[in-house]
T-cell receptor, first 111, second 115 residues
Framework: RKEVEQDPGPFNVPEGATVAFNCTYS??????FFWYRQDCRKEPKLLMS???SGNEDGRFTAQLNRASQYISLLIRDSKLSDSATYLC????????????FGKGTKLTVNP | SAVISQKPSRDICQRGTSLTIQCQVD?????MFWYRQQPGQSLTLIAT?????????ESGFVIDKFPISRPNLTFSTLTVSNMSPEDSSIYLC????????????FGPGTRLTVT
């Protein structure tokens, strides 16, 4: 089983749609969880950390289910500018600083 | 978050040569990392750059191929040695924000093409 697995995508949605990304991780000792976004030919940028109780930042909501080792990201009222690749990221073995990146899910929001 | 710069931003190199990539941060950071992102793939950690000691390499990466320096808390270099076309990739440095539990911030990357 891969350390971090994401929906393969790509996702193509109209503006205003709600879209959800799912991610599973294999290391039950992981303590830190993140969603990054990466625009074409750019570096990854931190979108949000994911906390145990779930957290929301504007149109973005992240959820964590430790029992199922599952993370999700929900984008409401999607904008053209949300088009990017979304990377699920988990810290590695033994709660180390090492981050393990999923392959990413590409999102295209269409007018 | 810290401001991170990398040089060069891109380069085209001949096989068998070496390229050194620089990463500069505008503030002192404890943890710096080097990643590779091959075309169409996600990021893979090459090594953790330790200040004042040898870098810690991940499985599949060795010091002879990817020597790393970390002379102080704001600067690191990664050298890609004896390059082959398989080394064509984007190389990114990142720093960790210890105040916010393992969040990492990335430099703009160096796009390397080996011919």
């Amino acid at each position: 089983r891969k350390e971090v697995e994401q929906d393969p995508g790509p996702f193509n949605v109209p503006e205003g749609a709600t879209v959800a990304f799912n991610c599973t991780y294999s290391n039950s000792a992981s303590q830190s969880f993140f969603w990054y976004r990466q625009d074409c030919r750019k570096e990854p940028k931190l979108l949000m950390s994911v906390y145990s109780s779930g957290n929301e930042d504007g149109r973005f909501t992240a959820q964590l289910n430790r029992a199922s080792q599952y993370i999700s990201l929900l984008i409401r009222d999607s904008k053209l500018s949300d088009s990017a690749t979304y990377l699920c990221v988990v810290n590695g073995q033994g709660g180390s600083e090492k981050l393990v990146f999923g392959k990413g899910t590409k999102l295209t929001v269409n007018p | 978050s810290a401001v991170i710069s990398q040089k060069p931003s891109r380069d085209i190199c001949q096989r068998g040569t070496s390229l050194t990539i620089q990463c500069q941060v505008d503030s002192q950071v404890t943890m710096m990392f080097w990643y590779r992102q091959q075309p169409g793939q996600s990021l893979t950690l090459i090594a953790t750059a330790n200040q004042g000691s040898e870098a810690t390499y991940e499985s599949g990466f060795v010091i002879d191929k990817f020597p790393i320096s970390r002379p102080n808390l704001t600067f690191s270099t990664l050298t890609v040695s004896n390059m082959s076309p398989e080394d064509s990739s984007i190389y990114l440095c990142s720093v960790e924000d210890r105040k916010t539990s393992y969040e990492q911030y990335f430099g703009p990357g160096t796009r390397l093409t080996v011919t």
